[in-house]
């Protein structure tokens, strides 16, 4: 005989609020399921493996030191690699430059100029002096053209167009009138200016060395320059002492 199975008696108010909860439950499940990712709370930010920070790039070859980029500097007053303003491309002074020119072009002149006096002056007296001009304007010529090699200086080969012209007046001359002529113009003329030209060289050259070299041969163009003057008056070949001559080179 089989007993009857007993079912504990739940109150109805209870069974109701047992339904509500579980009701709500589900819904509540459902809501967020059906919700989908778009509306699901995004994880926090990754950063992207493909979207990199820029980075400098690295030096190239046409990079230079800072020592290298100051050197490439312009040089005040001048291009790039110009020496400064009053600098030749040798690295001597233009005023050293020009008076080694002018030096060189005088001494070339005093020695071709002598050789013709000593062959065709009719004064013994202008002969010797003529001969005294070779010798001693071609050692100071020697002595030009090593200071000039020191320096990298490249000096004329002749005697320039004015000492030209005059070697050519006095190849057509002869007797006492080539004595006046040369002494007038090798002489007097010539030595005045060499005088100022070695005058200034010596005080202002810029060389130390040029400097020193002038300063040593302005004594002699200054003897020369009072022998010259001597043999002229006696040979009527100036007016006066200040060096005015009655045949001069015209002023270059």
Not at 48 to 69: H, L
Not at 107 to 130: I, Q, Y
Not at 189 to 206: I, M, Q, R, Y
Not at 222 to 231: R, S, T, V, W
Request: aromatic share 4%.
């Amino acid at each position: 005989m089989s007993h009857p199975i007993h079912v504990r008696w739940i109150p109805m108010c209870t069974r109701a609020a047992v339904v509500t909860a579980v009701s709500v439950a589900c819904t509540a499940a459902f809501a967020q399921t059906s919700a989908g990712p778009e509306n699901a709370t995004p994880p926090a930010a990754r950063p992207n493996p493909t979207m990199t920070a820029p980075q400098t790039p690295p030096a190239t070859s046409g990079s230079t030191s800072t020592a290298k980029d100051a050197s490439d500097m312009p040089r005040k007053g001048g291009e790039r690699g110009t020496p400064p303003s009053g600098v030749s491309g040798t690295g001597v002074a233009s005023y050293d430059k020009k008076f080694m020119t002018k030096a060189a072009e005088a001494g070339m002149a005093e020695v071709e100029l002598g050789k013709l006096a000593s062959e065709k002056a009719t004064s013994p007296d202008v002969k010797r002096f003529a001969q005294q001009m070779v010798d001693e304007h071609s050692k100071a010529n020697e002595e030009l053209k090593g200071l000039a090699a020191r320096k990298n200086v490249s000096l004329p080969t002749e005697p320039n167009s004015e000492h030209r012209r005059v070697k050519k007046t006095l190849e057509g001359m002869a007797g006492p009138e080539f004595d006046r002529r040369y002494m007038a113009e090798a002489g007097v003329k010539a030595h005045k200016e060499s005088v100022d030209l070695f005058k200034n060289a010596a005080a202002s050259a810029h060389d130390p060395e040029v400097k020193s070299w002038a300063a040593s041969k302005l004594q002699t163009i200054q003897q020369h320059d009072q022998m010259a003057h001597g043999l002229a008056d006696q040979k009527g070949a100036t007016s006066s002492r200040s060096g005015e001559s009655k045949g001069t080179m015209p002023a270059r």
